[in-house]
Nanobody
């Protein structure tokens, strides 16, 4: 089992910035991938950004150039730096963890990000 604890999120004006963080604990093995998904009201959950062990990243087109995903030195914490936020970025953001060799998805509790216009 892997446990994920998120922090960050909140209310920000359009054009502002926020940083989300998520720390994983439990039965963690490499290689793995950690990242962020989001779900707006009435919409399906979608990928925002992920980062593999070793640093390879992948972003949704809608956030490329504005968001940056990174890992802490311990490799068990993932960050999402969100700049130039737009009202359409408003959603609940979920941290995700997955082992490469046993692709079970683990999810954080979710954190609300609200961007006002």
């Amino acid at each position: 089992q892997v446990q994920l604890v998120e922090s960050g999120g909140g209310l920000v004006q359009a054009g502002g910035s926020l940083t989300l963080s998520c720390t994983a604990s439990g039965s963690i093995f490499s290689p793995n991938v950690m990242g962020w998904y989001r779900q707006a009201p009435g919409m399906e959950r979608e990928l925002v950004a992920v980062i593999r062990t070793g640093g390879v990243t992948s972003y949704a087109d809608s956030v490329t150039g504005r968001f940056t995903v990174s890992r802490g030195a311990d490799q068990n914490t993932v960050y999402l730096q969100m700049n130039s936020l737009k009202p359409e970025d408003t959603a609940v953001y979920y941290c995700n963890f997955r082992h490469f060799r046993n692709p079970v998805d683990y999810w954080g509790q979710g954190t609300q990000v609200t961007v006002s216009s």
